[in-house]
């Protein structure tokens, strides 16, 4: 087998996956279609183009968990990260910088590099043999995006996204909403009490159905095409097709018993689904939405049971080429299929510049061990980068798999730890020092900054 690491795609994630491989002595070549091939959104010939806002959001390492994402980055020796404190604008707590100087820094970054160089050309075939990462992000190419629905089959490759907004489990009133699955179906108490249940009045639906209709909306962006599938409507959307439609559909009140109150018949359900093998998510089931955030906020706490609820991440729908990365992807980051394909970024199921870069970050170095014989430990779960590789790589539901943010519903709870909201500052901070142990432990496992 060859040893050169081949990155298809020089954005966020491929960018960083080839900073890493090249800085522990692999040779690396960066394939990437642009300035030849354009996309709708990129307006450059530079790696690591930031398409759309010049935010890497939150810095704070202590309380958030993108900030956290940062701190682990720095702590990598993350070209991304490092580069985005070089060029960083005043932004309050956020971490902005000034792109075009940023993206010019990682291209001239990169293309120096001794290891590193840059091919640019469009791939189009899955190549067969050698060490390779597929980087191409969400307006992955359609003729590569063709041949990995070839090799993955037409359901394991989605086009746009569909995020319903998911809420932390403890932030949900449970003296209002119960458990219960409709009709009870389910083999095991588990299965029939799967989904969490929002009750609503007449007087509580009519009020939520004008949220719908009068909030703000986002607009497809130029060259995002707004096709919807019947299957995947926005909620405002139904709402818009008659009043009715969305209790006839998704929140339908049949089948269902309130715990809480069983002499009552709610008029309309919300139904909350568990979003991650920890239970410690729920997704608002059949609600994507295109509503601003602000908007999408205010009318989901007008839910009873919802009315204190944290929001994990927001609902959306976004043009956004994605694998079904649970079922594709080993642990490693590589296809079940062609192992000496990795994946990493946005193409895997993670949203965000912070995200993608991160999953860069982490298929480089995989590749490396692997391309030198190292074994590498499973990155803790309890750190950012290892939370969100565990969640697309095993701990999503497959079957509802939609992109997702790092947030700290997806690191383990740590025992003996207050919940809910009041608990929520020391909870936050015994996540980040839990994770920054951890993160440095596996960091010092192997010399892979050797160069
Ligand atoms: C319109 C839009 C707006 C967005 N706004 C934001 C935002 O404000 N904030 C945020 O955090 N995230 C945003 N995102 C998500 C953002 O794209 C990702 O977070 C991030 O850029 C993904 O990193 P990546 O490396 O996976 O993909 P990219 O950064 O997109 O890099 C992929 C690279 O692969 C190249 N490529 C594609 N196909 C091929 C091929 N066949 N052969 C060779 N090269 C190829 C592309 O030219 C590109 O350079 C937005 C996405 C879109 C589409």
Redesign the pocket.
């Known amino acids: 087998m060859s040893n050169i690491l081949n990155i ?7 960018s960083e996956a080839a900073w890493q491989a090249a800085n522990s002595g692999i040779d690396v070549v960066i ?4 300035p030849k091939v354009e ?1 709708f ?2 307006r450059t010939g530079n790696l690591g ?1 930031m ?3 010049n935010s890497f959001r939150s810095d704070d390492h202590e309380q958030n968990a993108v900030g956290l994402l940062h701190w682990e980055m720095m702590q990598a020796n993350g070209l991304i990260m490092h580069t985005a404190h070089k060029h960083r604008l005043p932004a309050g707590g956020a971490l902005a910088v000034d792109r075009d100087p940023f993206a010019e820094s990682v291209t001239k970054a990169l293309k120096d590099h001794p290891r590193i160089s840059v091919s640019y ?4 075939e899955l190549p067969s043999d050698g060490n390779w990462i597929i ?7 359609g ?2 995006a063709e041949a990995i629905k070839n090799e993955t089959g037409a359901e394991a490759l989605a086009f746009f996204d569909a995020i319903a907004p998911i809420v932390y489990a403890d932030s949900i009133d449970m003296d209002t909403a119960w458990m219960q699955s409709r009709y009870d179906k389910g083999e095991t108490e588990e299965e029939r009490t799967a989904y969490l249940n929002c009750p609503m009045t007449k007087d509580q639906y009519e009020g939520f159905i004008d949220a719908l209709l009068a909030a703000d909306k986002t607009e497809f ?1 130029e060259g ?1 095409t707004a096709k919807y599938f019947d299957g995947c409507l926005p909620i405002e959307v139904m709402a818009e097709r008659g009043r009715e439609t969305l209790r006839f559909g998704p929140m339908k009140p049949v089948g269902l018993t309130n715990a809480n109150d069983p002499n009552n018949k709610p008029y309309a359900v919300v139904q909350l689904r568990r979003d991650n093998a920890l239970g410690t998510l729920f997704n608002i089931v059949g609600f994507q939405t295109k509503m601003k955030y602000g908007a999408q906020k205010d009318a989901f706490k007008t839910i009873p049971g919802l009315e204190n609820a944290e929001f994990a991440r927001l609902g959306g729908i ?3 080429t994605f694998i079904n990365s649970p079922t594709l992807l080993d642990e490693q980051m590589r296809l079940h299929s062609r192992p000496n394909i990795r994946f990493a ?3 895997t199921g993670v ?4 995200e ?1 870069a991160a999953m ?1 970050l982490l298929a480089g170095r995989m590749a490396v061990a692997e391309m030198t014989g190292q074994a590498l430990d499973p990155v803790p779960h309890t750190t950012a980068m290892g939370a969100l590789v565990t969640h697309i790589t095993g701990g999503a539901d497959a079957k509802t798999f939609q992109p997702m943010n790092v947030n700290f519903g997806l690191f383990p709870p740590i025992d003996g730890v207050k919940g809910g909201r009041k608990g929520r500052k020391d909870r936050y901070k015994a996540y980040t020092d839990r994770a920054k142990a951890d993160w440095n432990a596996w960091l010092a496992q192997k010399s892979l900054d050797a160069a």
């Open positions: 298809i795609g020089g954005g966020m994630a491929g394939h990437e279609m642009r996309t959104a990129h183009e398409v759309c806002s050309e469009e791939i189009t980087a191409t992000g969400p307006l992955t190419s003729s590569l962006k995002e976004h043009r956004n970024g946005q193409i949203e965000g510049y912070v993608s860069g």
